[in-house]
């Protein structure tokens, strides 16, 4: 039973096209994250969710607009993709008054836009 | 504030020999620490974990690392490396709140034959 699911797992596709991945998990936290995974295996926060609210909005271009749902669920809508974009996206989930937790990571979404 | 600074992005050992990543924290509360583990085209897994106690946390795969404050060092260690220990490794650290959360840069781990 995976604490962390993203799918799809891989996703090629053209420029200019609009695309979504979507993050479940089922460990019952309250916080939900999107992380980019560059090239250089480099991890950079995009958003996240506190209890469906957004707290962490990094500087993403506004093509990228997160939607959760509810607490379990965090989606990523990418519109007019661009090369630029292909990369790993991680959906990761935490408690918020529980640091010691530590993150639990979903498996990623390979990005490949052409 | 909090960052993490992992020294060397990329560390080859050869199969058997003593693996040693190198962790620098910097907190302005006692942090908790973590090493995550990246395999090839996987997710992050929680190798181990210091939040409190004592100060040499054992994880999986023999991995072991120890919680230094006076060095604010948390370097992971294992005694003789696998060649299936080569993958992507990430040291990070929180506060108190789970959305305070630092990764280091990552330090790629090859093991040679």
């Known amino acids: 039973d995976t604490a962390v699911s993203q799918t799809p797992k891989y996703l090629v596709t053209q420029m200019g096209n609009d695309k979504s991945i979507k993050c479940e998990q089922n460990l019952g936290h309250d916080t939900m994250y999107w992380y980019k995974q560059d090239s250089k295996k480099f991890l950079k926060i995009m958003f996240s969710?506190?209890?469906?609210?957004?707290?962490i909005n990094e500087t993403v271009p506004n093509r990228f607009s997160p939607k959760s749902p509810d607490k379990a669920h965090l989606n990523l809508h990418i519109n007019s993709l661009e090369l630029g974009d292909s990369a790993v996206y991680f959906c990761?989930?935490?408690?918020?008054?529980?640091?010691?937790?530590?993150?639990?990571f979903g498996s990623g979404t390979r990005l490949t836009v052409v | 504030a909090q960052s993490v600074t992992q020294l060397g992005s990329h560390v080859s050992v050869s199969e058997g020999a003593l693996v040693l990543l190198r962790c620098n924290y910097s907190s302005s509360v006692p942090p908790y620490l973590f090493w995550y583990v990246q395999y090839p085209n996987q997710g992050l897994q929680l190798l181990l974990k210091y939040t409190t106690g004592a100060t040499l946390v054992k994880g999986i795969n023999g991995f072991e690392a120890e919680f230094k404050k006076s060095e604010t060092s948390f370097h992971l260690t294992k005694p003789s490396a696998h060649m299936s220990d080569a993958a992507e490794y990430f040291c990070a650290v929180s506060g108190n709140t789970g959305n305070q959360f630092y990764f280091g840069t990552g330090t790629s781990l090859t093991v040679i034959p």
């Open positions: 990761a989930s935490s408690q918020m008054d529980r640091g010691s937790y530590g993150y639990t």
């Open positions: 969710y506190n209890n469906k609210e957004l707290i």
